[in-house]
């Protein structure tokens, strides 16, 4: 078997070595910034001593992957279009002490970029993705939380648009002795299997050499999302089979233990009414058995030798995400639930100070009293930042993946404005 977790050594100890790069123990240390309370932390009370606070790869990542797994729970992975969410979602797994994976769509890295940026060749993608990346690299160790840092969908045409990230990576690790982000999705999934794997097999082994993990998909994730249509794809499509997921890691493992698989078992994106979306959680522990009789005796102890990505989590029932997560899924994708909730956030903002929001001056108070407290952008982002960190708290809750690190409740933040200071109560 690949180990290419074991023969990368970056995440075993904030002060390793990569040859001769000195791994720098700290964001905060390099961009010499405060550093307190749990960012200062090295490891976790309840987690592996490779986890850390602030981004993993390597062994750290796998450590915190095979944890889940050991441990029956799923990591949510949020979309993410800006730092206003990212926040949000680093405040949601402080609060529920808990790791988080955030990750961006190829059209989620142009929106943060800016959408007045030409495209050409993905580079507003490709420029938009790594800013992201820095600000998470920067503000997960002050919210104290491990993060996986991840990028979502990429089809066959966009891999321009990854061959940029990894650059980016390859040029961070020279320098700094880990990749920029943690991992990467291929999805090749429309494309024929052999033709899937062999892509691949070409950048897994790219990726282990810098630490980093590649998340592939087989069969086809229904619904739309980020701009991909696939609502009327084949039922058959749909559902993953034992025999393909085998050829998948009999082809990847050789070259690395470093990779997930999200398997389709009738999985849709987006929200639909109940009954239209038909999990089949079982195909999951179908293809466990059959992988683990075609190892024979050198079959994991738990018998769980794929990790398993659940994609198009949103709306799903309940038993159906706990009954994959007992077959080895450790991840599952959320957008729809936390796109409708930023926006849900502002939506009942405005409803509820809709007559302070009407212009600059003016309001029930009065005709010359002032309005700019409330249309301050930051009190409407805000209203959209609490609804989301209380919607991921319902993710977390459904994936048991709460009160996992150990820390304790979240002390209440000091010397932010308050409302007698001039701020709303949101």
């Known amino acids: 078997m690949g180990s290419g977790a074991d023969a990368f050594t970056a995440g075993i100890g904030r002060s390793a070595r990569v040859g001769s790069v000195s791994l720098n123990e700290k964001m905060a240390s390099e961009l010499d910034i405060p550093c307190e309370d749990e960012c200062a932390l090295d490891t976790f009370p309840n987690m592996p001593p490779s986890v850390h606070p602030g981004v993993l790869s390597g ?8 944890h889940a797994k050991e441990n029956g729970y799923a990591i949510p992975a949020v979309n993410c279009v800006s730092s206003s969410g990212i926040n949000a979602c680093l405040e949601a797994a402080r609060k529920n ?8 769509s190829s059209g989620g890295s ?7 940026l030409d495209n050409k060749n993905y580079a507003a993608a490709i420029a938009g993705a790594v800013s992201g990346a820095f ?6 160790e002050q919210y104290g939380v491990p993060v996986i840092l991840h990028t979502d969908h990429c ?11 990894l650059l980016a990576s390859e040029r961070y690790f020279a320098k700094h002795g880990e990749p920029l982000f943690s991992s990467h999705m291929i999805d090749l999934s429309e494309e024929p299997i052999e033709e899937n794997i062999d892509i691949c097999k070409d950048y897994l082994a790219r990726f282990s050499k810098i630490g980093m993990l590649l998340e592939m998909e087989l069969g086809i994730t229904g619904g739309e999302e980020d701009g991909v249509n696939n609502e009327d794809v084949a039922l058959e499509d749909l559902y993953s089979k034992p025999e393909e997921i085998f050829q998948v890691y009999d082809a990847l493992t050789p070259i690395s233990d470093m990779f997930t698989v999200a398997a389709a078992f009738g999985n849709v994106h987006g929200v639909y009414s109940p009954g239209n979306v038909k999990l089949e959680p079982k195909i999951l522990t ?6 683990n009789e075609k190892l024979g005796d050198k079959a994991p102890a738990d018998k769980k030798p794929v990790k398993f990505v659940f994609h198009g989590g949103s709306g799903s029932d309940v038993a159906d995400i706990q009954e994959a997560i007992g077959y080895g899924v450790i991840k599952m994708n959320i957008d729809t639930d936390t796109q409708w909730s930023y926006w849900e956030g502002i939506k009942k903002f405005e409803s509820k100070y809709h007559d302070y929001l009407q212009g600059q001056i003016g309001n029930p108070e009065g005709p010359t009293k002032p309005n700019k407290k409330y249309y301050d952008p930051r009190e409407s982002m805000r209203a959209g930042e609490v609804n989301t960190v209380e919607r991921l708290d319902q993710c977390f809750a459904d994936l ?4 996992i690190l150990g820390l304790g409740e979240v002390s209440e933040p000091s010397n932010v404005l308050e409302p007698r200071r001039g701020g709303l109560p949101v």
């Open 97 to 104: 002490d808990a790791p988080i994976i955030i990750q961006f």
């Open 135 to 140: 600000h998470v690299r920067t503000m997960a």
């Open 59 to 66: 062994q750290a990542m796998i450590d915190l992957l095979d």
């Open 110 to 116: 142009q929106f943060y970029g800016g959408k007045a």
């Open 400 to 403: 048991k993946c709460t009160n």
């Open 286 to 291: 179908r293809a466990q058995a059959y992988i």
């Open 155 to 165: 089809a066959k045409k966009l891999l321009p648009w990854i061959d940029g990230l």
